[in-house]
């Protein structure tokens, strides 16, 4: 029982190192960054600037201002539409018909579509892709606005969603690069918020999401490790999605799935921080938890589907394929967290109750010979998770933000149940409907998300365990566990604070 509790320890804290491993590289990594060799001039080609919309009339028109100053000229404005309420669809009817546009007739339309209404401007630069349902969610959009943009030989897309302002000259800056690249699927450019100054819970959500392009990608990049399609803010190659098969269909996370599908065709996929578009953080706490959980459970079916293909692919070095598994793995560190927590119950219970057993002295006696390599190890995993934040702080020279890294963690540890729940809904294979984000354009309105009475019950009953934990670790080795730090507060903070 001892060497078994022990070993179990020992490969949990295996699993958390090699996640921290990546972290530290990609933060080293970081600091090492070179701006892309200047890319040959862009050819010219149409580029179709695809926003998805579903129900989003609160943003649209800011985004549609955006595109309107965009200064590559040849572009399309193609907004895939899948709206049921009263208010988007005749919006963009309105802005559409601005712009002299008329829908197409139903019989042309049902020749390529079902279940669709086209409008098109006379000299076609504006486009409404409209879908009366919202089967297969984002995914199935992409994939109606695809045809379409096939049948006018469209090479290139930029994929925003509904409320992200895009660079006046992203467009230039991602097609040279692009077409400077024939392996090249896509170019993810950078992704930060207008809103993230509206109030504590959104800085501290914000620097959370942000540190991926400050760092993480960075980092990828001159590893020449896989990038990430983070969902918008894209420019694809249109013959490499249709290569790799297209968007899924019903996926949670169309963009982590399309990823693994396009590197494991061949392909390659290069980050432009260079390229800064704006939009919005989640505005409340419960809509971030409906978010996470979205994220979490899309990326566990992502590890069930694709796992076996990453390790054995041709097209990947190993130590692109460990990037692409730890990805896929991403949010699995909820489960394995659970475990640790249950054999730390385990441990420290036995302990007290049984102190004089021959197995409790064999397992005191085990850790005490590896306490201090494995205290170390420890804090290692533990540093790892608020170091790009940190970094990203230095970069930015926004010292003022030191506060919100512990903020952040806290807040990314309290939903650690959403991303359990989701990882075995994921990797199950259960079915679940699409939670589309509340949008406010960053104003201060109630958002219509609301705090979910089981979940916060299950969080209280969380945090007196814990802190019934630390008392017993404390009383039992006479030092307080340096995660108490953290998951009494992120606890706290799911209960009391948002």
């Not at 530290?24 to 695809?50: E, H, M, N």
Request: proline share 3%; with cysteine; net charge positive.
């Amino acid at each position: 029982m001892a060497a078994l509790l022990v070993t179990l320890q020992i490969a949990l804290l295996g699993y958390f190192l090699f996640f921290a491993f990546f972290n530290y590289l990609y933060a080293f990594a970081s600091f090492f960054y070179r701006a892309p060799a200047k890319g040959r001039k862009p050819s010219g080609k149409t580029v179709a600037v695809v926003i998805v919309s579903f129900n989003e009339k609160e943003v649209l028109l800011e985004t549609l201002s955006a595109c309107s100053k965009l200064t590559y000229q040849n572009n399309v404005i193609v907004i895939g539409d899948d709206s049921k309420d009263d208010a988007t669809y005749p919006l963009l009817q309105k802005w559409i018909t601005e712009h002299g546009g008329q829908k197409l007739p139903e019989q042309l339309v049902t020749r390529h579509h079902e279940n669709m209404d086209i409008w098109e401007s006379p000299d076609k630069k504006h486009v409404i892709v409209h879908r009366h349902t919202n089967e297969g969610f984002k995914a199935g959009n992409l994939k109606e606005v695809i045809k379409y943009l096939r049948r006018r030989g469209i090479d290139y897309l930029f994929l925003l969603d509904a409320d992200w302002r895009i660079q006046s000259d992203a467009i230039e800056q991602a097609l040279s690069q692009l077409e400077s690249h024939e392996n090249l699927a896509f170019v993810q450019t950078k992704r930060a918020h207008y809103n993230r100054s509206s109030g504590i819970f959104q800085r501290s959500a914000a620097l959370g999401e942000e540190t991926e392009y400050e760092v993480e990608l960075v980092g990828r990049q001159m590893m020449h490790h896989p990038i990430l399609f983070t969902g918008c803010c894209t420019l694809f190659r249109v013959k490499a999605i249709e290569d790799a098969g297209g968007f899924t269909a019903g996926h949670l996370t169309e963009d982590i799935d399309l990823t693994n599908r396009l590197y494991l065709r061949g392909w390659n996929a290069q980050y432009l921080p260079s390229v800064s578009n704006e939009g919005e953080i989640v505005p409340s706490y419960p809509a971030l938890i409906k978010q996470q959980e979205r994220w979490a459970q899309g990326t566990a079916r992502t590890f069930r589907e694709f796992m076996k293909s990453v390790t054995q692919s041709v097209h990947l070095s190993w130590g692109q394929r460990l990037s692409l598994i730890r990805q896929n793995m991403y949010y699995t560190t909820a489960v394995a967290i659970e475990i640790s927590i249950v054999l730390a119950f385990i441990s420290v219970g036995w302990i007290i109750i049984w102190p004089e057993s021959y197995q409790a002295n064999l397992y005191v006696l085990y850790m005490s010979r590896i306490a201090l390599p494995y205290t170390i190890l420890l804090l290692l995993a533990l540093a790892s998770n608020f170091l790009p934040m940190l970094i990203t702080i230095v970069k930015r020279r926004t010292f003022r933000e030191l506060p919100f890294v512990l903020l952040s963690t806290w807040l990314s540890w309290s939903m650690l149940h959403t991303y359990f729940w989701a990882n075995v809904k994921g990797l199950l294979g259960v079915k679940s409907d699409w939670f589309k984000t509340p949008k406010t354009s960053g104003k201060r309105v109630r958002v219509s998300t609301r705090h979910n009475p089981f979940r916060i019950a299950v969080n209280m009953v969380t945090l007196c365990l814990f802190i019934a934990l630390y008392a017993l670790e404390w009383y039992t080795y006479g030092w307080i566990n340096p995660y108490a730090y953290f998951w009494i507060p992120a606890m706290m903070t799911s209960v009391f604070v948002f």
